[in-house]
């Protein structure tokens, strides 16, 4: 069971600091900004048959964790600004393994890069002028039933990208 759990958390979970400091958002805001980047590189050169390659038994494939990446983001980006602009919104979950099912996942995954690379530019900008009062915002979490920060939400998900990627980086050594 060990070995499945490190299959499906290779970086382990995320686990926020107890206190969230400048550097660490500024940490994590590169991670967030590189992804794309690292991610192309991750897939580069990769044969038809290399995306459908699992980094666990029952496991997204790469191709399908490309496309979860580009969704998961939009949705990320969308939570901050909904954040941003309405007071503690709730935001709303999306069954991610009924996404990555749809018919969608099946198209080249160079059109989440795409969707990646100017997502990322434009959460990198919005991220990078947060003031202290907005990194404190939050949006409540109707499936964990947790307040979420700003800030607490700018770690997950840099953890997210690293996350997913070394998922890649499994399957394509399977």
Known sequence: MADLENLKFPIGRFNAPETITTAHIKSWIEVIGSFPERLAAA??????????????????????LVHHCADSHMN???RFKLA????TPTIKPYAE??????????A????????????????????????????????????????ISLKQNIGIYAWHCNHHLAHILIAKDS
């Open 43 to 64: 897939i580069g050169g990769l044969r038809p048959e290399d995306l459908e390659k699992t980094y666990r038994p029952n496991g997204w494939t790469i191709r399908q």
């Open 76 to 78: 990320s980006l969308i």
């Open 84 to 87: 941003l602009t309405e007071d």
């Open 97 to 106: 393994n009924l996404w990555a099912e749809l018919t969608d996942y099946d």
């Open 108 to 147: 080249p995954v160079g059109s989440s890069i795409k969707i990646l690379e100017g997502l990322h530019e434009r959460w990198v900008k919005l991220l990078e002028n947060l003031t202290e009062v907005e990194l404190e915002k939050q949006f409540f979490h109707p499936e964990s039933k947790e307040l």
